[in-house]
């Protein structure tokens, strides 16, 4: 068995041509199985040899493959003879060439065939397989995605793929992806890619087909209790807290109320924004209770921007939830957060202060960074309180690993990444978030604005205080607010008196 089809072999390599391609073949196919072994039992993990395997020795196997028939057509031109009349005269050589005459021929030929297109499909679903791994998303371009693989691993979504909100299901996106894909490839070859990368809001998949598998309006109910600390400047880091009952609810029919109202499958909102970048809104259109839609209009913008009207997008989860996985920390809140967890020792006199000057600066690369940072902590208690620095040396050193480590996820000096490179629009940080619509600038046809009442999306229970909570109680003790608020009040004294 093995003569006849090594017999075979050699009666296709009629040439030098011919032979390259059996060559070429039969050893991308031998590498390619040896190497995808080596990665199924985990000897080798690295994206960039599951690239090269599943890019390099495929397109080498199919050169390959054309190359045989391309060797036999040429050795045809050149002597004339017909293929049966090439193939008696190749295998005469041997001496089972009356093995393969005839039907033999053609089922050996079918052998190979199935041989070949078994291997292809095989190689396709693996391939598929390998891109879809969040692995390959964030290290096969290191360079370019490495910012975007850090955070994603320290996100909300760190189990959820990539492709599920990058590619979404069915064979379109599929083809879309994969299209798009080709131009990154092509963009990171010639150097075209933008720096930073675009927030790809035009690419993605709609919310409803990605976002909502797992989290869909019907569950979106009740109140969530949310505290933020924020940490002074000052000697002590003395925490203040801001204390909020947020209405996570869709509302009830006819009533509008709740954060998630916005995306409840009865309501509908539509918006045009300047350059069609979701931040800043031309109009809105609000679908009322009998099915029309009231239009506000930007004062300030309607004007110059008439031409971008017919721009249309309805309103959905990641208009909102824009930095769901890739959420870039801003530097005081990342330092609050260290030193509510602990890793950083609030003790440490003027911590605060000093490690958010620490981290602020944009460094020249993460080596400096890590340098600058410990300089700027050691330098401040060297120079102004030796003793602190002295007695507290293992823990101040402690903090400087923090603060390198709060600078190393958010900053990224080679892709131009900077704070606030990428702002999120949860929350009203400046004109952003809830404010690109809920602000006096957009009005209706009487003039009437999108209201911006607080109590809208939350309870304020306290603010800025020295409690969390301090409670401030609305004058109207009839109203909701003020029923939540004595609620909570009685819940802390409970839990304050065990």
């Not at 295998?91 to 070949?116: D, P, Q, Y």
């Not at 890619?193 to 993605?204: A, D, F, K, R």
């Not at 911590?351 to 602020?360: D, F, M, P, S, T």
């Amino acid at each position: 068995m093995f003569r006849r089809y090594k017999s075979f072999i050699r009666g296709v390599s009629l040439n030098k041509i011919g032979l390259a391609g059996v060559v070429l073949t039969t050893s991308s196919f031998v590498t390619f199985v040896i190497l995808e072994l080596v990665r199924i039992l985990g000897f080798i993990t690295n994206a960039y040899v599951g690239l090269v395997n599943y890019m390099v020795f495929p397109a080498i196997f199919i050169i390959g493959l054309i190359l045989i028939p391309i060797g036999w057509r040429r050795r045809k031109k050149q002597t004339g003879k017909s293929t049966k009349e090439l193939l008696q005269e190749q295998f005469e050589k041997e001496e089972t060439e009356g093995k393969f005459l005839g039907s033999r021929i053609f089922r050996t030929i079918a052998i190979f065939t199935i041989v070949n297109v078994a291997f292809l499909s095989v190689l396709s679903s693996r391939m598929l397989h390998f891109m879809d791994e969040p692995h390959f998303c964030g290290t096969a371009c290191h360079t370019v995605m490495n910012p975007e693989w850090v955070t994603y691993q320290a996100s909300p979504h760190a189990r959820v793929k990539c492709v599920e909100c990058h590619v979404g299901e069915g064979v379109d996106a599929l083809v879309d992806a994969k299209l798009n894909g080709l131009w990154q490839i092509i963009s990171l070859t010639f150097s075209l890619y933008e720096q930073p990368i675009p927030t790809p809001v035009h690419q993605l998949r709609p919310a409803r087909e990605t976002c909502e598998k797992c989290h869909w309006p019907d569950k979106f109910y009740g109140q969530r209790l949310k505290t933020i600390v924020n940490y002074k400047k000052d000697s002590l880091s003395t925490p203040e807290f801001t204390t909020l009952s947020l209405k996570i609810d869709v509302g009830e029919r006819d009533v509008r109320r709740g954060i998630h109202w916005h995306i409840a499958e009865e309501n509908e909102i539509r918006y045009a924004s300047v350059d069609d970048e979701r931040e800043e809104m031309i109009w809105v259109d609000v679908r009322q209770p009998d099915g029309s839609f009231k239009r506000y209009q930007n004062i300030e913008l309607v004007k110059e921007h008439e031409d971008e009207f017919e721009s249309v997008r309805v309103l959905d989860c990641v208009d909102c939830h824009n930095r769901a996985t890739h959420i870039y920390e801003q530097p005081e809140k990342a330092l609050n957060e260290r030193i509510r967890k602990g890793l950083i020792n609030r003790s440490i006199p003027f911590i605060k202060n000093v490690g958010l000057g620490a981290i602020l600066p944009i460094y020249n690369d993460t080596a400096q960074a890590r340098e600058e940072i410990a300089n700027h902590v050691r330098g401040f208690y060297q120079r102004r309180y030796p003793e602190i620095l002295r007695q507290n040396f293992a823990e101040i050193d402690s903090a400087i690993a923090v603060l390198q480590s709060i600078y190393a996820r958010n900053i990224h000096p080679y892709m131009k990444i900077r704070w606030n490179s990428y702002p999120s629009h949860i929350g009203h940080r400046g004109d952003g978030g809830c404010f690109r619509c809920h602000n006096p600038n957009l009005v209706d046809a009487e003039g009437v604005g999108i209201s911006d009442d607080c109590t809208l999306c939350h309870s304020i229970a306290a603010y800025d205080g020295n409690d969390p909570y301090e409670y401030l109680e609305p004058v109207d003790t009839s109203s909701q607010d003020y029923i939540i608020h004595q609620y909570l009040k009685n819940e802390f004294l409970k839990s304050a008196n065990k």
